[in-house]
């Protein structure tokens, strides 16, 4: 199922609200307090917030580390210097060749996944093939049958998926 688009940027909102850390929980919390139509249930918003507290700590803007009883994360805002001096410290040779790593982990993938995606629909058209053949073994292959269409479309969504993110790091860094 895909995933709601909601026009939120949770950075901005989290230092509005002027929080030095903050929990998952915590920021559900007022976000659901600010924005309380957007979301129908609790757990889209706890999924959201997950999602964007994650993206931020890869990037470094926050950090998390395990609260009292290793319950809860607890983040906390990374360094603003830290990180600026980090991409000041790169050169231009630098940056071209993190931007050409990138661009080709994300084309491997794309490939990758490409190829995955062919094999089960090759599976996907034996087993209908199969049943062609002898109807008799019909119960039998269904289960495969609907495995292996399952992974291509699987396969085919982390296509698309780093398909699009592809564009936009081209987009981004061009």
């Not at 949770?10 to 559900?28: A, M, P, R, W, Y």
């Not at 990758?112 to 073994?137: C, H, I, N």
């Not at 399952?150 to 592809?166: N, P, S």
């Amino acid at each position: 199922m895909p995933k709601k688009q909601y026009d939120i940027d949770l950075h901005e909102f989290i230092k509005s609200l002027g929080l030095h850390s903050f929990t998952v929980t915590d920021v559900t919390r007022h976000l659901l307090g600010t924005y309380s139509n957007e979301f129908d249930k609790k757990n889209n918003a706890t999924q959201f917030v997950y999602r964007h507290l994650k993206r931020l700590s890869k990037e470094g803007v926050i950090s998390g580390t395990h609260g009292e009883g290793g319950k809860a994360i607890v983040f906390r805002w990374c360094s603003e210097s830290k990180k600026d001096s980090k991409i000041l410290q790169l050169s231009e040779h630098d940056r071209n060749e993190v931007n050409y790593i990138i661009v080709t982990k994300l084309q491997e993938k794309i490939r990758r996944y490409k190829t995955e995606m062919l094999m089960s629909m090759g599976e996907t058209e034996a087993y209908s093939e199969w049943v062609q053949e002898m109807p008799d073994f019909a119960e039998y292959v269904k289960p495969h049958y609907q495995n292996t269409r399952e992974q291509a479309k699987l396969m085919l969504g982390k296509v698309k998926g780093f398909e699009r993110l592809l564009a936009e790091y081209e987009a981004r860094t061009s």
